[in-house]
């Protein structure tokens, strides 16, 4: 059972441009939650989806910045006219439809820089 | 509203040495706490987690008592290896609210 995966795992951009980052759950989880870790810093929640739809998204800045899951697909972490300030890890996470565990099953991230 | 406040780094030690890496929580209602360990250049881990009070996790050597007098989840080793170099993050329920993390450094 292959774990969460993401790409690209590295990604330069230069300001103004978009970054489009992917989350591919493991099988048979359909809750995905994004990420952001910004150099020296820990972790902070941005967004919770279930498959086509968004949970939870009050960590998610209110510009640029989207989120979605689609029926069929990776899951999309969106980002328009990249500054800066948005250098930093993503991280995806996964966890099961049924809710068995509240456990999150991390992705290798993806480090986006932004020149 | 929840969050974690975790012992502040780093932390270096020798081989063998005894660890502790200090976690508080404030949070409403009975949450599950975890800790999330993060190798150089990986993503976070699973280390091990806690769902209700006095509860022990445990993995690889590693201890942490869900403690709800203290609201605390203090995570252990009797003795810790060179392997054992990360950051190690506590966190708190389904929509993680992590601690900043502790960069641990084993020095042979």
């Known amino acids: 059972n292959a774990g969460v995966m993401q790409n690209p795992r590295h990604l330069v951009r230069r300001r103004g441009q978009e970054a489009r980052l992917r989350c591919s759950p493991m099988?048979?989880?359909?809750?995905v939650y994004w990420y952001r870790q910004l150099p020296e810093e820990g972790l902070k929640f941005m967004v919770y989806?279930?498959?086509?739809?968004?949970?939870?998204e009050s960590g998610m800045p209110k510009e640029r910045f989207s989120a979605e899951f689609p029926k069929e697909g990776p899951s999309i972490l969106r980002i328009q006219q990249v500054v800066r300030g948005d250098s930093a890890a993503y991280f995806c996470?996964?966890?099961?439809?049924?809710?068995?565990?509240?456990?999150?099953?991390f992705g290798p991230g993806t480090r986006l820089t932004v020149l | 509203g929840d969050s974690v406040t975790q012992m502040e780094g780093p932390v270096t030690l020798s081989e063998e040495a005894f660890l502790t890496i200090n976690c508080t929580y404030t949070?409403?209602?009975?949450?599950?706490l975890f800790w999330y360990v993060q190798y150089p250049g990986e993503g976070l881990q699973l280390l091990l987690k806690?769902?209700?009070?006095?509860d022990k996790g445990s993995n690889k050597g590693f201890e942490a008592t869900y403690r709800k007098e203290t609201t605390s989840f203090h995570l252990e080793k009797g003795s810790v290896q060179v392997s054992d170099s990360a950051v190690y993050f506590c966190?708190?329920?389904?929509?993680?609210?992590f601690g900043t993390g502790t960069r641990l450094t084993i020095i042979p």
């Open positions: 996470a996964s966890s099961p439809l049924d809710g068995s565990t509240d456990t999150q099953y």
């Open positions: 099988k048979g989880h359909s809750h």
């Open positions: 989806l279930q498959k086509e739809n968004i949970i939870d």
């Open positions: 949070a409403t209602g009975y949450p599950s």
């Open positions: 806690a769902t209700k009070a006095d």
């Open positions: 966190a708190l329920d389904e929509k993680l609210t």
